[in-house]
């Protein structure tokens, strides 16, 4: 449905042939619709994504097992990660294996709307609300109804949103701004962040409520420098769509320029790599991609450990790990693991998930 259908609507006609009732359900239907249709143009300019979750390291393979565990659930799924690894397509390939996958997944960037607008843009409001409000506006709870609702850099919400949010989350409603009406909705939750959000919890600067109500399942998307076999496989993938963006028959990537690929520590991760592969295909001039192009970045060995050293992630399974040995799996409890690390019980399971640690 086009975007500009609405104002070729005959309001008045509308309301004096069904009445007002009527006509503001049929009006509301059109501006459903609408949305939706914006939404899903939307996911289609975006994905560019190669199909889906690609890569051969183990890390990669743990997290595409936690989306199968998860997705079916209606269990929501906190997804914590560095910018650019993929954690919208990581909650994009969560969406399309569940049972909602025939209704919208609907993006909020929560980092990209104004302090002002938030509530609005959440969950819409109604004519007059505020100065500029001049008709009513269907908000991103409403349009997710019956689908998914993808809460982006959710670590940027304001606390007083914050208090909302939680409730829509808790009561499954809310309200349009300028409205007392609660509206129903079935929504399943999917957030992310690239903040270390227990942390933001323990700072006062996010709801520890909140992070417990949206961290039933934690996902933790590793940052491209601790999964490097995974580059030439997302490289050859990625090569076609390039191809048709630049307008070249094809592409090819050399062995020596996925070694030297290898070598770069990656802070942009996988979107730092797809820039570089298309900044690099635009320069070469015959579409074949080789050491020598000066796109690629000048490699850089990656730091190594010390001897006896090990990384923090690394000690952190190693402690728990005894820890649940010493109490025989237990995490709840006076005896519990959790008391004696003296953590939240929900915090020692998302550590568990993200380090691999099941119950001895």
Known sequence: MSDDLLPFLDTERLTAELGSERANQLLNAVRRLEAE???LQDELAENVDCGGIVGRSEATRRVLEQIDQVAATEASVLIEGETGTGKELVARTIHQRSRRHDRPMVKVNCGAISAGLVESELFGHEKGAFTGASERRIGRFELADGGTLFLDEIG???LDTQVKLLRALQEQEFERVGSSRAIQVDIRWLAATNRHLEAEVQAGRFRADLFYRLNVFPIHVPPLRERTEDIAVIGQCALPH???NIGKESLTLTDSAIERLTGHAWPGNVRELL?????AAILSADGRIDELNPALPIPRALPQKPDGLT????VDRRHIRRVLEHTEGQIDGAAGAAKILGIHPN???SRMIKLGISRP
Do not use: H, M, Q
């Open 37 to 39: 249709n914006r939404s």
């Open 242 to 244: 390039i191809a048709r």
């Open 311 to 314: 990384t923090l992630d690394e």
């Open 156 to 158: 940027e919400l304001p």
């Open 347 to 349: 915090t020692l399971r």
């Open 275 to 279: 820039n570089v592969l298309e900044r």
